[in-house]
């Protein structure tokens, strides 16, 4: 976990030290987010929003918000080439025993039923409900949607889900006078929204038994 909050703190010494540092560095950290799904990004997304509103800088905000978007969106499309790239291959390729890896059987089953009844809207919901996004697109894979169709669908959901955390952020922000207990308070915030379908599952399964 400290590894990441030192990543999200190289935005936050000054506005001019963000702009040159911090913009590239979220970008990169969401983009690798998107491609290997172990980055906290909505956590980093919500830390540079609370440096933004602290700073009062409306363009520092938008900059967080378009940073995020265009990186989530470069991965999330970047992920799926690389997965049709293994469905047309014999061999498959370690990037979509990746995505299979982390979509269970149940979760796939009905990410799937979801997609058939309702489209690109599964996409926008995927992004916003956590461990929602690679089911989903594992289940557009295996549906055999053009690389055009899902990054049609997936541009909404990536606007969404990064005004999402930034609206964390600056709630986290707003709560705190000083720029390193918002983020606190965010990332705080970021896992339990992460934790809370494992362990409302983990919940009733101790119920049913």
Known sequence: MRWWLAAA????????????????????????????????????????????????????????????????????????????????????????????????????????EKLADHGTTVLVLSRLVPAGRIPVMLACLLADWPLRRFVRGNLPACLAWALAYALIGILGGSLFPEPWQGVVAAVALTVLISAAPSLWRRLRGTRAA
Request: with cysteine.
């Open 9 to 112: 703190a190289t935005t936050v010494p000054t506005q001019s030290t963000q702009q040159a540092l911090g913009y590239p560095s979220l970008f990169l950290l969401v983009l690798i987010g998107a491609l290997v799904p172990v980055v906290p990004t909505g956590a980093l997304v919500s830390s540079a929003a609370v440096v933004a509103f602290h700073q009062a800088a409306p363009f520092s905000m938008a900059m967080v918000f378009l940073t995020a978007s265009l990186a989530a969106f470069c991965g999330d499309a970047a992920l799926y080439w690389l997965g049709r790239r293994g469905m047309r291959s014999r061999n498959g390729s370690r990037w979509l025993e990746a995505i299979r890896s982390r979509a269970p059987e149940e979760r796939l089953a009905q990410a799937q």
